[in-house]
């Protein structure tokens, strides 16, 4: 049995790059010897998400540690751990731990693959353009999330076709048939409280909404940053709707979010394919979002299942979520087309695609 490794700088936090690299493990360990790595775990080593027993999973720090000081030790304990595991393909899960796999590859016959969960849009800071650089020049492989980003690798890197490839996230296969809170008043965004989330144009979007309609809320979803957390709360105080966003933290189980909700509303910055609004689609959810790269625009159909918000737009998002609420039968209809176009997101199909890349790459 082939042998993978699956690495993610921090399993312990909780986001969609953590549980698409959770449930690749859990899927791929049914035919492959699966071996999911943290570099770091939290002081209490939680993991927020349920791993197969199929999995084993290795950390080798704990506590709230930069990249850059552990990448010399971290390098050393991976590489020793991939040797004595016989390891045949190793998955990078996010920039952050490509410099650690690059070196601890160096001369071993182990293919690498940086799959890469945000937009290549945003280089917020010089390690990420260094760790990107690192992926795309030095990686065998290159999965990017949105044919967008992996059209922009190949361009931006001067990188052959053949290396670069783009696999969807997945909508996780149900029996549950969900049926649409047509009579709600709730508004809902999931999400970790950081600044690429956009929590700042939320909180004057719910104003404008909530001031405008007294009889409806906002349910958000997650934690993260305080300090971003609290300015949200200062402008809706200020706003005069604090009372009715309620803050849930986090809360694990898809089926203990979404339901019961009107509207999923997303005003990211940028994301890579946001699992979020795949999530929403599932639970029949009309959504409106901005059109931030990548992702959203080949999720969402605009006009048909949901709103898509050109150049961070404000007034435009509030109207949008205006015209919804004061229309029942078109919150109906939007979700009643919440599943269409979404084949390409079939379980089946994309756990067939990460096969075949490992076939590829393995080739034994």
């Known amino acids: 049995m082939k042998k993978i490794a699956i690495v993610r700088y921090n399993l312990s936090k909780i986001g969609g790059a953590e549980k698409v690299a959770i449930n690749m ?40 540690l930069r990249v850059r000081r552990v990448i010399i030790p971290a ?18 899960i996010a920039p952050a731990t490509n410099i650690i796999i690059f070196l601890a590859t160096l001369g071993l ?18 390690s990420r353009k260094i760790q990107r650089y690192i992926g795309a020049k030095f990686f065998d492989k290159i999965v990017t999330l949105t044919e ?16 670069v490839t783009s696999i969807y996230n997945w909508i996780e296969d149900t029996d549950n048939i969900f049926t649409y809170s047509k009579k709600s008043k709730s508004i809902i965004t999931v999400g970790r409280m950081e600044y690429q989330k956009g929590y700042d144009y939320l909180a004057q979007i719910a104003v404008k909404v909530l001031s405008k309609f007294t009889d409806w809320e906002w349910d ?17 105080d200020k706003g005069g709707v604090l009372s009715r966003v309620h803050f849930k933290g986090n809360v694990k189980g898809t089926d203990n979010i979404y339901p019961g909700h009107a509207i999923y509303v997303m005003t990211s910055r940028y994301e890579g394919l946001p699992l979020v609004l795949l999530e929403a689609k599932q639970y029949g959810l009309p959504i ?13 159909l605009d006009k048909e299942n949901g709103y ?9 998002m509030s109207e949008k979520i205006c015209i919804l ?40």
């Open 325 to 364: 609420i004061e229309n029942e039968n078109l919150r109906e209809q939007f979700a009643d087309k919440s599943m269409k176009d979404t084949e390409k997101f079939s379980k089946k199909k994309i756990i067939k695609q990460w096969e075949d890349l490992i076939e590829e790459m393995t080739g034994k």
């Open 25 to 64: 493990a859990n899927e791929l360990s049914q035919n492959y010897k699966t071996y999911l790595i943290s570099i770091l775990l939290d002081e209490d080593k939680s993991i927020n998400y349920d791993i197969s027993f199929d999995v084993e999973v290795k950390s080798f720090f704990y506590g709230d």
């Open 109 to 126: 016959n182990i293919k690498t693959v940086f799959c890469d969960h945000h937009s290549l849009e945003f280089q917020d800071t010089s």
């Open 148 to 163: 967008e980003d992996k059209n922009r690798y190949r361009r931006d890197f001067s990188l052959r076709n053949e290396k």
């Open 288 to 300: 409106v979002s901005f059109k931030c790269p990548t992702g959203p625009s080949e999720i969402v």
């Open 220 to 236: 958000i979803y997650g934690s993260g940053n305080e300090q971003i957390k609290q300015d949200l709360i200062t402008e809706l």
């Open 75 to 92: 390098m050393i304990k991976l590489r020793k751990y991939l040797i004595n595991n016989e390891i045949d393909i190793v998955f990078s």
């Open 308 to 316: 898509l918000v050109d150049g961070y737009d404000i007034d435009s």
